[in-house]
């Protein structure tokens, strides 16, 4: 197992709603990124925090906000729920921001939308 | 954009038998490629990287994944499979969007090791 937690493990919310979900990065890691993962369908990436500020952004509305603090846990919030954002959420810590660094995946976080 | 594909939605092989899990990329530039494997209901777990040097790879768990670069491949690989193998397996790409080093993933493969 990794170091990486992700809290809550599962949420019902109803569209229109908001929603903010947290991540706590593995010890000594500097970087988190964010990733949905809608069923059957590999991780996409949303966006990706590098010492509290973000460092690039997939193909998502702006509704898709995030934080990183300075122990370097995250949260991402997603505003104004859709039934097509039910997915699983998997932020993934790595060491640094540079190509070859492996992120690491904590173990998801099952949003529902009604 | 860097991109990878993988061929085959399902693999299904029988416990003992040597494993393969195809992975093709589309880079330009080196390529830094990831395998990862996601089991029921839990985060993705990291296998192995290649970044450079030794074409073959070794990974967690006893995989290990070969890297040509004029087949454009990297496909992941078990000499001798186990029931518990069974899972999600992904290969990734790293891909940079807006400045950040993210991973672009295939769309998975669903292996079955047969009793």
């Known amino acids: 197992e990794t170091g990486v937690t992700q809290s809550p493990t599962h949420l019902i919310k109803t569209r229109g709603q908001q929603v903010t979900l947290r991540c706590s990065s593995q010890?000594?890691?500097?970087?988190v990124s964010w990733y949905q993962q809608a069923l059957g369908q590999g991780p996409q990436f949303i966006f990706q925090?590098?010492?509290?500020?973000?460092?690039g952004r997939g193909n998502f509305p702006p509704r898709f906000s995030g934080l990183q603090f300075p122990n370097y846990s995250s949260e991402l919030n997603v505003n104004a729920l859709e039934l097509d954002d039910s997915a699983l959420y998997l932020c993934?810590?790595?060491?640094?921001?540079?190509?070859?660094?492996?992120?690491?995946f904590g173990p998801g976080t099952r949003l529902t939308v009604l | 954009a860097q991109s990878v594909a993988q061929p085959e939605d399902q693999v299904n092989v029988a416990e003992g038998n040597p494993l393969t899990v195809k992975c093709t990329y589309s880079?330009?530039?080196?390529?830094?490629l990831f395998w990862y494997v996601q089991y029921p209901n839990r985060g993705l777990q990291f296998l192995l990287k290649?970044?450079?040097?030794?074409?073959l790879v070794k990974g967690s768990y006893g995989f290990e994944a070969e890297f040509n670069k004029s087949q454009t491949s990297f496909h992941l690989k078990k000499p001798s499979a186990l029931v518990s193998d069974s899972a999600l397996y992904f290969c990734?790409?790293?891909?940079?969007?807006?400045?950040?080093?993210?991973?672009?993933f295939g769309t998975g493969t669903r292996l079955t090791v047969i009793p």
């Open positions: 010890s000594g890691h500097n970087t």
């Open positions: 925090y590098y010492r509290e500020e973000e460092n």
């Open positions: 993934a810590s790595s060491l640094d921001v540079g190509s070859t660094d492996t992120q690491y």
């Open positions: 290649y970044i450079t040097g030794d074409n």
């Open positions: 990734a790409v790293r891909d940079r969007v807006s400045g950040a080093n993210n991973l672009f």
């Open positions: 880079v330009s530039g080196n390529p830094y």
